[in-house]
Nanobody
Framework: QVQLVESGGGLVQAGGSLRLSCAAS????????MGWYRQAPGKERELVAA???????NYADSVKGRFTISRDNARNTLYLQMNSLKPEDTAVYYC???????????????WGQGTQVTVSS
């Protein structure tokens, strides 16, 4: 089992920056890919950025060039650096981690409780 806790959300003005963190605990050795998702009221949850255990990254087109995902495996922490924020970035941001079958690990998806990001115009 893996537990995820997000932090770093808040209220910022358009053009500002925020850095989100996601601390993983539990069976962190089981984690392979990690990512950030977001969901605004009335909209579906969407993938913002993802990163593999080897450091390969993927970004939604809407955030390319503005957001950077990274992970510190030694500290079991995932980050999302968000620059040049826009009002349309306003959403609850969720940390995600998936595990795969290896050693004693089982397949699974894990989610944090989310952290609110609000960008004012």
């Amino acid at each position: 089992q893996v537990q995820l806790v997000e932090s770093g959300g808040g209220l910022v003005q358009a053009g500002g920056s925020l850095r989100l963190s996601c601390a993983a605990s539990g069976d962190t050795i089981c984690i392979s890919g990690m990512g950030w998702y977001r969901q605004a009221p009335g909209k579906e949850r969407e993938l913002v950025a993802a990163i593999t255990s080897g450091g390969s990254t993927n970004y939604a087109d809407s955030v390319k060039g503005r957001f950077t995902i990274s992970r510190d495996n030694a500290r079991n922490t995932l980050y999302l650096q968000m620059n040049s924020l826009k009002p349309e970035d306003t959403a609850v941001y969720y940390c995600n981690a998936d595990s795969t079958i290896r050693w004693y690990c089982t397949m699974g998806d894990y989610w944090g409780q989310g952290t609110q990001v609000t960008v004012s115009s």
